[in-house]
């Protein structure tokens, strides 16, 4: 397969023998039952946490890829030392 794709404005060729296609991912959120207890919902479904990981309500906190943001184990640019001091 040769895949043409355009890279700051220079034309380039790939020869593949698959094509992957990352179409985005959603939250699963909708039958978690978090309207029940309160929990603010993005309008993507995201739940909404500060910079503590804390969401609106008191003792309920959320941690990964149900936050939103950039969808890594470890975002770009914290080290795993600064992950865990957070
Ligand atoms: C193709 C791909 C490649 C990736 N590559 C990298 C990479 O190289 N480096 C990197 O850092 N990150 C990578 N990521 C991102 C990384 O996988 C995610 O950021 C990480 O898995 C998020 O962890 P999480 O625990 O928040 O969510 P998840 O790993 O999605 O875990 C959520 C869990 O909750 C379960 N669940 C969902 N709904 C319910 C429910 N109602 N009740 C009970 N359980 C439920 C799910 O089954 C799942 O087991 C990649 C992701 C994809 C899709």
Redesign the pocket.
Known sequence: MKILFTEQELRRELQASHL?V?TG?TP??D??GLETVGVQLSERGNVVVNERLATNIEGIWA?????GG?????PPGMTIESSFHR
């Open positions: 992957f990352a991912r699963n959120t039958d978690l941690a990964g890829d149900i936050r950039p969808l890594f184990t470890i």
